[in-house]
């Protein structure tokens, strides 16, 4: 018997698109140069907005859960030589007590996500809450970094 080359896509429902942008809209305005939107499963196959804020890094990560997949979009700010600036960065979190097969068959949802959670600069996977600073963020976003997993 042979396997499938590739497993069917898995439908994800978003049904709160709408309340979504209009937080994305709201917490990454031009003018800010922080902000998160956190996004949760509801079921197995529904994904539902959680909570925004527009505080940094470390506020987001305080509302992670060992035990869920969740999605966030966080704006961090960037020093350049003689200005401000930001970068939007899109976060998948896997949560230590997620087992291997939930998640894998919840990465077929990844894609649709970030097209809600988007724009953004990079996509990261983080499964370490303690490594989750603004400073392995930043690290991970460069081009030449090589990985994009927070371990």
């Known amino acids: 018997r042979q396997l499938p080359l590739s497993l069917p896509h898995t439908m994800v429902s978003i049904p709160d698109g709408a309340a979504i942008r209009a937080a994305i809209n709201e917490v990454l305005s031009p003018s800010s140069f922080s902000g998160w939107v956190l996004l949760n499963y509801w079921d197995d196959e529904t994904i539902v907005f959680s909570n925004k804020g527009s505080g940094r890094l470390e506020e987001v990560v305080s509302e992670l859960k060992d ?9 961090l700010p960037e020093q350049k030589e003689i200005s401000v600036s ?5 976060i998948n979190w896997v949560g230590p007590n997620v087992s291997k097969i939930s998640a894998a ?3 077929s949802h990844l894609g649709d ?5 988007s724009p953004n600069h990079a996509q990261l996977r983080a499964t ?5 600073t603004e400073d392995v963020v930043q690290k991970k976003v460069d081009p030449l970094s090589g990985s994009h997993i927070i371990d």
């Open 113 to 117: 996500v970030q097209k809600v959670l």
């Open 67 to 75: 035990d869920q997949i969740q999605y966030f979009l966080v704006r």
């Open 128 to 132: 370490n809450r303690a490594n989750i």
């Open 86 to 90: 930001s970068r939007d960065i899109f």
């Open 105 to 107: 068959k919840k990465l």
